[in-house]
């Protein structure tokens, strides 16, 4: 009987220098930061990405397969929107404010999209919408521009950060699961960290 070895010394572990775990939300002084640099870039297209991102709190699998009808009544941009999420299956909601509104119409109608168009068209012939790599990417383009380091965050800081703020000042974790669409409230408290974070910021209001 035989035993396979094999060399080991110039393996390298996949997660090598990465952070490993939940990415960290956006806190509001860096969601203006963002938003501004892309006002004032005059990037239409990733300021309605963005804003919508933030908004509607979906995975990016979601989020990049939009269609122009999933968030519009006619010519008009809806105050909600509802889809299927692909990874559950289930139907989820998500709100669409004035700023967000603003910027998707201008968005659609400079890129002089139609209903049945995807949201974010692919710049790249090989796919008709823009891809969750691409968006990642983007992502860290954001992060970057402010200063802070594109590999402490991700895609799913964009659909943590709303909801971290709702839980921060309401402390409902029902409504936060409703507005990720979890099914289960163990997945809701999993995804914000809550009780570790709630637990640290009751030991530090206590002085021995």
């Known amino acids: 009987m035989y035993l396979l070895t ?23 002084k860096e969601i203006w930061a963002i938003r501004i ?4 870039a005059n990037r239409i297209r ?4 963005f804003n919508l991102a933030l908004d509607s709190k979906l995975r990016s699998c979601d989020l ?17 929107a509802m889809i299927m999420q692909q990874k559950t299956k289930q139907p989820v909601q998500f709100e669409i404010t004035e700023q967000t509104r603003e910027s998707l119409s201008q968005w659609v109608a400079s890129a002089k999209l139609t209903s049945n168009d995807y949201l974010f068209k692919s710049r790249f012939s090989d796919s008709p919408h823009l891809s969750t790599r691409q968006y990642a990417r983007i992502v860290k383009s954001w992060v970057e521009s402010i200063g802070l380091d594109p590999n402490d965050y991700g895609t799913h800081s964009m659909r943590r950060t709303k909801v971290s703020l ?6 409902n974790l029902r ?5 990720l669409g979890h099914t289960k409230l163990e997945s809701t408290v999993r995804y914000l960290g809550v009780e570790v974070d709630d637990a640290l910021e009751l030991a530090e209001q206590i002085d021995i």
């Open 175 to 179: 409504a936060v699961q409703l507005l």
């Open 46 to 49: 990733e300021l309605a990405l």
């Open 37 to 40: 640099r892309l006002q004032l």
């Open 64 to 80: 990049v397969k939009l269609h122009v009808r999933d968030i519009s009544h006619g010519n008009s941009i809806a105050k909600r």
């Open 6 to 28: 094999y060399n080991n010394s110039n393996h390298v572990p996949w997660n090598k220098g990465k952070l490993i775990g939940q990415k960290p939300p956006l806190k509001l």
């Open 166 to 171: 709702i839980y921060r000042q309401t402390k």
